[in-house]
């Protein structure tokens, strides 16, 4: 009751705090509280002199009326300070400890950054995540809320981050957090969170994951399939979602369907397949990739074939919908499934009516399908199909004659049919020809830089000619063999009309040091002295491999060079690379260069 | 020279930016030539720099306990992130070379103990006669005392105007003649109450909830307007009698704004020989009104249980040169151990100390010194925070039987059954309750914990934010 009153007295001149004291004489508010505060005087005095001082204030000339306030506030805080109530609702009950085993030893200075980083927003938060996950000083009791908090965070990479490396760092320790923060209808860190507390907790928790995929908010269902499809016994369900009414939420179950695999899956991805789903359920076909099921989708194609060939414009459209989702599922099946699928595809490719432009998706599908069989029998179809100069066929045709004939018969039987190099054919041509030699020749060196070089054994020595001819300048640098006088020639005839940056520059001089040319070196320094410093902007690897490929005697020159360089950095790792050349041993040297650059490079490692 | 681990370079290092850049010194393998002196006193290097030539830094241990850096860089920050590279290279084991102790750091050597000698040498001249008294000039005290009263009487002249009109009429322009007449108090040798005038500029010019900005800034005024009359009439009295001590009782001095230097603690025979501390708690936060980083540390006085706590301050323009306190795990023993007036948790200092390992032996000690009854530690709390002039979020130890759930919280419950309830000061930066309950059963029954206090006058309630938990066997840093 009395702290009511001194609670009141309170709120009364908080209010004319705000509102001036200038308005405080006789105020009705405060007058009213006068004869409860002197009641109670009788029994206590301190409301004896908190009366006196609100009379005080209460009967104040305006001039004196803040000092009257500030000596009635000051006393009744003082008073209201020995008040403060310590009570608690309810009957308190023991917390029960989780019992989370981890130390609080990490200093301020390690700690307090990295909580910030994960509790703010702002730049180079990652980049102090990563310090602090390299040093170890993430694992400490009082982050695992903040960490486990920003799987919320919106700059994803720091979710995904946390949820990569920091919650697993932290193993079990971090599951009561996890738990408590859960919230199945909550967003997309609420799916991370499901997934790390399966992780931790296994088929434990199935229960809580199946709720969350049958009721829980999108993202939660998501995250809650995706973990489904490990458990067999969870088939039921997962056909249920199959059917739900959110696209994703239907692709995610195909996908947990295929990795069960049992027979209603497939059914059901069958009936997916050749439904309206069809495109998101040719990605978990194609991960299954289960033989009957792609027998199957075969007959289905095979039928839908005819009644493309029969039907009317309608039916044609969903006919050729479905042959290209048949297709596509058996992307990278095509070895395992020729036996079936050559047929097939022989069938659709060499039906007339079936080849006309509106249908080029599914015949470059089945062309590509054709190469992966490896059968003699379809290398062979694709090549005839190429004969005819007909659509993309001619791409198809030329891949599967460089892996069925001899290097001069792929030639003869293609080089006629460049023309000018202008036609479909002939752009079709150089394509094939460029994607063969890219798969042909990447994965031999590593660290390569610019445009592979062909090996010399598989093609015809008469290309490069050709492509001189064609004024095919990258061609011209993959076929070079050797410093022939016509490649020479055609090379540095272009190098002298380019400038530093252009197209195929430094491919052209990295072929030129590649096949040996005695002048490739003053060719290089040529280029680079037209000007080359103002638009050289970073040391990539190619330009790297051309400057340790220049002989010693040029260093004086290649200095002079890099002190043009407008960029500082690049302007001090040329100047290292220069001191590096200078010191190498000069027994490397006579190699032409390309010892220096091995040499450099044993260096840096 | 000392086993070099990486903690101990981190230590050194005088923010966490330094630890960061002289480790990446390490991982850009930024150092081509790294020495050391035949009789292991001193290591020595080139470190890579943005310039043609290398820096030359070193690291001298002649003085295990003060290593001297030296480095030829123009960097403010000492040491240096090249200086501490160097040492983060030796705790990572990369090899050093013998090599002699190149001339120049000889040199500077002998300099340095002729130093030393010639101090020695004046110390002892010195200590032949008695050290002399501080003199006082006083008249130039009395002017300084007439100073100190007029600004109180301008601050108390502009709080009355203020509160005549009421804070729902200051505007902004208000607010900027409020800004002019803090900036004119800089000139009254009043530098605390500067500071709280600022202060309330501060929370006027906030954004957010009026309401919450009229209460905190209702309680300023009356802070004001407290120091004001003690503040003139304690410096009447001194400007009567000059020859009257200063005020040590209270920490009213301090608030004024005196910054007491060590000899005056001295001559007013507060310093304490021979004391151990051990760091309970630790916070760096800024204190915008004040322009300057605020690292403040709790500590207990292990022979007698005191909460004492340490206050180190950075103002923003001198930061980035000064070195970033932080938190202190070993036990610090010095022998003179400053203690500043003030009414709890004083605040205490020291100029040199040693560190050991903390041990369950001094667990054991905190333990015992936490107040067991609520009843007495909240009637003590009571009698601090009236007080105007007090500090309102007095630390404390206090033991406990558990650590309870309540229908909005948590609580603390003492052996009687007395129950403390648990609020988290958004001042204090981190939720520390939200830990609680991933703590060990047995870390939450009968330990001590260390907490703040703060009572909330909108609703009149008194409660605790915990800082820290003492078990027998492990000490439980909930904040830093």
């Known amino acids: 009751m009395s702290i009511d009153l001194l609670f009141e007295l309170q709120q009364e001149t908080r209010r004319l705090f705000i509102a001036g004291s200038a308005m405080a004489a006789n105020d009705l508010r405060l007058n009213r509280l006068l004869p409860g505060l002197k009641k109670l005087g009788e029994s206590a005095p301190v409301f004896n002199r908190l009366a006196a001082a609100a009379e005080e204030l209460l009967t104040a000339s305006r001039e004196d009326s803040p000092a009257k306030l500030l000596d009635l506030s000051t006393l009744l805080v003082a008073v209201l300070y020995t008040q403060g109530k310590t009570d608690v609702d309810g009957e308190p009950q023991p917390i029960q400890g989780a019992g989370v085993d981890l130390a609080t030893d990490i200093p301020y200075r390690k700690l307090h950054p990295f909580i910030e980083a994960l509790t703010t927003k702002g730049q180079g938060r990652l980049e102090q995540i990563r310090v602090s996950y390299e040093d170890g000083s993430f694992l400490d009791l009082r982050a695992l809320p903040a960490v486990c908090a920003a799987l919320e965070d919106s700059y994803a990479e720091i979710p995904d981050f946390v949820q990569e490396k920091l919650i697993p760092a932290f193993g079990a320790s971090a599951v009561p957090v996890l738990q408590s923060q859960l919230d199945l209808q909550g967003g997309k860190g609420d799916g991370r969170r499901l997934l790390l507390l399966h992780r931790q907790l296994g088929e434990a928790m199935i229960g809580l994951v199946a709720e969350g995929a049958s009721s829980g908010s999108t993202e939660v269902k998501l995250a809650a399939i995706s973990i489904l499809g490990v458990y067999a016994d969870q088939e039921p369900l997962l056909l249920a979602l199959s059917r739900d009414k959110r ?12 990795s069960i695999g049992s027979a209603p899956a497939l059914d059901r991805l069958f009936e997916a397949a050749v439904s309206k789903d069809g495109e998101i359920a040719v990605g978990p076909i194609r991960q299954n990739g289960s033989p009957q099921l792609l027998a199957r989708l075969i007959r289905h194609g095979e039928q839908a074939l005819a009644s493309y060939l029969n039907g009317e414009a309608k039916e044609r459209t969903e006919a050729s919908e479905q042959l290209l989702i048949v297709l596509h599922a058996l992307e990278g099946s095509g070895k395992k499934m020729a036996a079936e699928a050559y047929p097939f595809a022989q069938k659709l490719l060499t039906t007339a ?96 830089y610019g445009e592979p070089a062909v090996r010399e054994e598989a093609w015809d020595s008469r290309w490069v000619s050709l492509f001189i001819r064609l004024d095919q300048p990258g061609l011209v640098c993959m076929f070079a063999q050797r410093a022939d006088k016509e490649i020479a020639v055609y090379l540095t005839g272009k190098l002298r009309e380019a400038k530093w940056g252009g197209k195929d520059v430094s491919d052209m001089l990295a072929t030129l040091f590649r096949i040996r040319y005695k002048e490739a070196p003053e060719r290089f320094m040529e280029l680079l002295d037209k000007g080359a410093a103002r638009n050289m902007y970073y040391m990539h690897g190619q330009l790297r491999r051309l400057v340790a490929s220049m002989p010693k005697s040029y260093v004086p020159r290649l200095r002079a060079f890099g002190e043009q360089l407008t960029y500082e950095s690049l302007r001090n790792e040329w100047m290292t690379l220069i001191e590096e050349i200078e010191q190498a041993p000069t027994s490397t040297e006579e190699e032409n260069g390309r010892g220096v650059w091995g040499w450099l490079k044993s260096k840096m490692s | 020279m000392p086993t070099i681990t990486e903690a101990y370079v981190d230590s050194l290092a005088p923010n966490a930016g330094a630890i960061k850049n002289g480790r990446d010194l390490i991982k850009k393998n930024s150092f081509p030539v790294l020495n050391e002196s035949p009789d292991a006193t001193l290591l020595f290097g080139e470190c890579n720099g943005s310039g043609k030539e290398p820096y030359r830094c070193s690291v001298d241990f002649v003085n295990e306990a003060s290593p001297v850096f030296r480095c030829s860089c123009p960097s403010r920050q000492f040491p240096c992130k090249h200086a501490l590279g160097l040492l983060y290279a030796r705790a990572m084991g990369s090899p050093f070379t013998p090599a002699e102790v190149p001339q ?59 509160v005549q009109s009421g804070l729902g009429s200051v505007d902004k322009k208000t607010v900027q003649m409020i800004e002019e007449q803090a900036k004119q108090l800089g000139n009254h040798f009043i530098p605390g109450v500067q500071a709280k005038l600022r202060a309330f500029v501060h929370t006027m010019q906030t954004e957010g909830d009026r309401e919450a900005i009229y209460s905190q800034a209702m309680e300023q005024l009356l802070l004001m307007h407290s120091l004001v009359k003690k503040g003139v009439s304690y410096l009447e009295k001194r400007m009567e009698n000059p020859e009257l001590p200063m005020e040590t009782g209270t920490s009213l001095e301090e608030q004024l704004g005196h910054a007491w230097q060590l000899a005056e ?34 500590w207990v006085d292990l022979s007698d249980g005191t909460v004492r706590s340490t206050r180190h301050l950075r103002p923003f323009r001198a930061a980035r040169a000064l070195k970033e306190e932080d938190t202190v795990r070993a036990v610090v023993r010095t022998e003179e151990l400053f203690v500043y007036p003030g009414e709890v948790n004083a605040r205490v200092r020291w100029e040199t100390a040693t560190q050991r390992e903390a041990g369950e032996a001094d667990y054991s000690k905190v333990k015992a010194a936490a107040a067991a009854s609520y009843a007495d530690v909240v009637k003590q709390v009571k009698n601090i925070i009236k007080n105007p002039l007090a500090d309102k979020t007095p630390v404390m130890l206090v033991a406990f039987r558990s650590i309870d759930k ?17 609020t988290d000061l958004k001042t204090n930066g981190s939720a520390t309750s939200a830990l609680i309950a991933l703590l060990d059963e047995k870390d939450l029954r009968d330990q001590a914990a260390l907490v703040m206090f703060s009572h909330r006058l909108d609703d009149n309630r008194l409660s605790v934010q915990l800082m820290s938990i003492v078990t027998d066997s492990r000490f439980i840093r909930l904040l830093y």
């Open chain 2, 104 to 162: 120049d750091i000889a040199d500077k050597r002998d300099k340095a103990e002729k130093r030393e000698e010639k101090k020695k040498d004046a110390a002892e001249s010195e200590g032949n006669a008695p050290a002399a008294k501080r003199k006082v000039n006083k008249s130039a005290l009395v002017k300084k005392f007439a100073s100190q009263l007029e600004g109180l009487r301008l601050l108390e002249k502009l709080v009355l105007q203020l």
């Open chain 2, 406 to 422: 309540t229908a909005d919280g948590l609580c603390l419950r003492d052996a009687q059954g007395k129950l403390l309830p648990v």
């Open chain 1, 247 to 258: 696209k994703d939420v239907r692709a995610a179950a195909y996908a947990s369907l295929a």
């Open chain 1, 353 to 448: 009516a079936y080849l006309v432009p509106e249908t080029e998706n599914a015949q470059e599908a089945a062309s590509e399908l054709l190469l992966e069989m490896e059968l003699p029998e379809a290398d062979q179809l694709a090549i005839e199909l190429g004969n005819g100069g007909k659509g993309p066929f001619v791409r198809y045709g030329f891949r599967a004659a460089f892996r069925t004939l001899s290097p001069s018969e792929v030639y003869d039987r293609y080089a006629g049919q460049m023309n000018g190099g202008k036609s479909r054919v002939a752009k079709e041509l150089l394509a094939a020809i460029r994607e063969v030699v890219y798969h042909d020749a990447y994965d031999e060196d590593e660290d390569r």
């Open chain 2, 265 to 298: 603690l001295r001559e007013y025979g507060r310093a304490q020989s021979g004391a151990e501390l051990l760091q309970l708690s630790f916070l760096s936060y800024a204190d915008a009104a004040r322009g300057e980083y605020v690292d403040a540390g709790w």
